[in-house]
């Protein structure tokens, strides 16, 4: 297959899924992990995807626009998996905690299958199914209610009202941007308030948000900057963002990426 060819594929593929891997690429068309990469630059380079640590998704077209979970989930990944590990340490035996949706908060629902006595409240499927599947006995897991979104969380009054009623430890909330103006944000109005129940029910917030999450502004905010008890993030962010976030959240924690 000429490059040229193979470039045309690729291009239909992350169309299709929203996101693709160098490696599963690679395998699929038998060339080289440096050969995908170099396609993935020639087509970045036009403008007709966007590159990402491991692979590459489509270009987002604005403030409203939602990736796919799968999308996501090639994204940052080496980060995302420096920032699960640091807020797994933050849970303890017995706690009620919360996750939110996101590819950063599967991540960390994986490290904590293993935590004795845990309640995990989450509008998240990928999430709730990670604890499904382990399936220790000693955990309880409640998936609200609500209409699915494109990045598999569970929005709408119905979550809302759910989460309403809940007291708990403390909250894991992945976000699509962070902004000094716009706090963290999200591109689904609707997840937003589910967001924002989620805060309101939970004692202490931590929030996971890789370093490209900076700058980036969805259509909706959560809550300002300096609501999160904890940031974590990775070492990418410079350090003007680092000065900054530094004095507005009581706690900022910076990881280096696995």
Do not use: C
Request: glycine share 8%.
């Amino acid at each position: 297959m000429l490059a040229q060819q193979r470039q045309a594929a690729i291009l239909d593929r992350v169309r299709a899924a929203g996101g693709v891997r160098v490696s599963e690429l690679a395998s699929e068309y038998g060339v080289s992990d440096m050969t995908i990469r170099r396609d993935l630059e020639s087509l970045a380079d036009r403008g007709l995807l966007a590159k990402v640590h491991g692979g590459a998704t489509t270009v987002s077209p604005g403030s409203a626009h939602e990736p796919g979970f799968a999308a996501k989930s090639v994204r940052q990944r080496g980060e995302k998996a420096a920032m699960a590990m640091r807020a797994a340490a933050l849970v303890s035996p017995g706690d009620a905690i919360a996750l939110s949706a996101g590819t950063t908060t599967a991540g960390l629902a994986q490290r904590l299958v293993d935590v004795p006595s845990l309640t995990v409240v989450t509008n998240s499927i990928p999430v709730a199914d990670i604890f499904y599947r382990a399936g220790r006995p000693d955990q309880t897991v409640v998936l609200t209610g609500g209409t699915r979104t494109p990045s598999d969380a569970l929005v709408g009054p119905v979550a809302v009202a759910a989460i309403g009623t809940l007291h708990l430890d403390m909250l894991f909330l992945g976000v699509h941007g962070m902004s000094e103006r716009a706090g963290y944000t999200t591109p689904n109005l609707m997840e937003a308030d589910v967001n924002r129940a989620l805060v309101e029910a939970a004692e202490r917030l931590v929030v996971l948000a890789d370093h490209t999450k900076w700058g980036t502004v969805g259509i909706s905010s959560i809550v300002p900057l300096d609501r999160a008890d904890v940031l974590i993030t990775d070492d990418g962010l410079d350090e003007p963002a680092r000065a900054l976030l530094s004095e507005t959240v009581r706690d900022l924690v910076v990881v280096t990426a696995q």
